[in-house]
């Protein structure tokens, strides 16, 4: 037997390189399995093409939605973003707790805060896989191109990004918490957004009382920022400055939340056993 | 091998889950170089100490220091010396066993994780396995793999649970062989809980018996036969276990 003497140096303590770390577990991760991947752009696809195809009815049969092509992909497109962001931090933890090596993971330098930015990086790269196919089959089935909405599409796509990582944060949260029971929970919180966000519809059109309910998070926002550059091609400030104000405060507790969680799974002793 | 604050110190390390006492009142030491064993049967709090050691899990009371810092504070400089092993927790199955050696290689901060990796490879006769799928591994690759991971920033403290537990007896021996090498070559501190005596007589220097989380008695495994008046260390761990022991026949008598 040949004794190792390599590894004896003094280690790197960077954690960009511990973050890199574990974006690299998740690129090896969806390199290795073709499922994920296609996994990434299928139902973007297929709610493009769908919404797509409603969007052309709508056009051929009235004057006054024939604007509303253009709202409901950018809508769907937008949503995606929220929808993706928010799988891409949830399920990219799952991903830890299935293999079990959430505990071991934790027996090495790693922060709990590095990990966050882990899922984050995890998920930006994520949405974009998932999202250019939706986008590039919209413009070339239905001539709609996502980039007219201008400058404001990298603010929109941003701000968004931000809440879903937000929501994506307080599911991880409720992971570390009560383990997968709580798998679910990564799939469909999202949806329970949806309906206050905005996407197809103005905030007016809800309920009185569920308006401030909605104007309470980024995404009614951003939503309603979006229809302002497509119907009356202007980029309003104040729903900007609103939807980045709360999204501060929504990313903010969802961080300390996480950070919570990891340290009463540190008390319990949930690391170490899988998280079941 | 750095000289300085011992590898293990545990004061008054207790844990307690609820109204379960998992660990309570625990103090040992292990220093430079030295094996410790920790025995006792399922559930005796050998798993729940060394977790309070790694910084995964926080201690109810008492404290553990390694290499001089409270475990509990998840120094990265200090996490960066030591390492662990358990056929309990598993590496992404997904990942091949180099990506997941680099991974970890990259997580711990290893300079050079290829050559690294070549050189762990080449000693855990690791070669052929590196572009092999990590679930696809038999019981007795998994666990060179697994004793890879462990060693991938050549360790000052080295935390093994059962490193050698459902292994045929080929394999495990290869592997308490190459454990002594390692320790032997880098000085480096072992942490061992096992159930399988011959390899705690082999290995350590010193053994801690547990039961129900409380620190039943110690000492090297010669040390402890002779005060048993046991042949191994199996029947002195049976004498505890079941209370059987020659204290408890000293004991017994009117």
Sequence with gaps: MRLVESGREAPSLSAARRIGALALRHYYLFRGSWTRVVELFYWPLMQILLWGFISQFFQQHSSLIAQAGGLLMAGVLLWDVMFRGQLGVSVSLLEELWSRNLGQMFVSPLRPVELAAALMVVSLARTFVGLLPAALAAWLFYAFAITDMGPGLIAFFFLLLAFSWAIGLAVCALLLRNGLGAENLAWVTVFGIAPISAVYYPVTTLPDWLQPVALALPSAHVFEGMRAVMLEGRFDWGHFAWAAGLDVVAFGAALALFLWAYETARRDGRLLSGGE | ?254
């Design chain 2, 1 to 254: 091998m750095q000289t300085d604050s011992p590898p293990v110190e545990a004061t008054g390390l207790a844990k307690r889950f609820g109204k379960v006492v998992a660990v309570e009142s625990v103090d040992f030491r292990v220093g430079p170089g030295e094996v410790v064993g920790l025995l006792g049967g399922n559930g005796a709090g050998k798993t729940t100490t060394m977790s309070m050691l790694m910084g995964v899990l926080i201690p109810t009371a008492g404290t553990a220091r390694v290499f001089g810092v409270d475990a509990n504070r998840r120094d990265p400089a200090t996490l960066a010396r030591i390492n662990f092993s358990s056929p309990y927790v598993e590496m992404p199955g997904r990942l091949t066993v180099a990506e997941n050696l680099e991974v970890y290689a990259r997580l711990f901060g290893v300079r050079r994780p290829a050559e690294r990796i070549r050189a762990l490879a080449r000693d855990l006769d690791l070669e052929p396995l590196l572009g092999r799928m990590t679930r696809t591994l038999s019981a007795g690759q998994k666990s060179r793999a697994a004793l890879a991971k462990s060693l991938i920033n050549a360790p000052d403290l080295l935390l093994l649970d059962e490193p050698t537990a459902s292994l045929d007896p080929d394999t495990a021996d290869w592997i308490r062989r190459y454990l002594e090498d390692y320790q032997a070559a880098t000085g480096a501190a072992i942490l061992l809980a096992s159930h399988n005596m011959p390899e705690v007589e082999r290995l350590c220097d010193e053994v801690l018996i547990m039961r129900a989380g409380r620190i039943v008695d110690r000492g090297s495994p010669a040390a402890l036969i002779a005060r048993h008046g046991r042949r191994t260390m199996e029947e002195v761990f049976l004498d505890i276990a079941r209370g059987t022991g020659a204290d408890a026949r000293l004991e017994a008598q009117p």
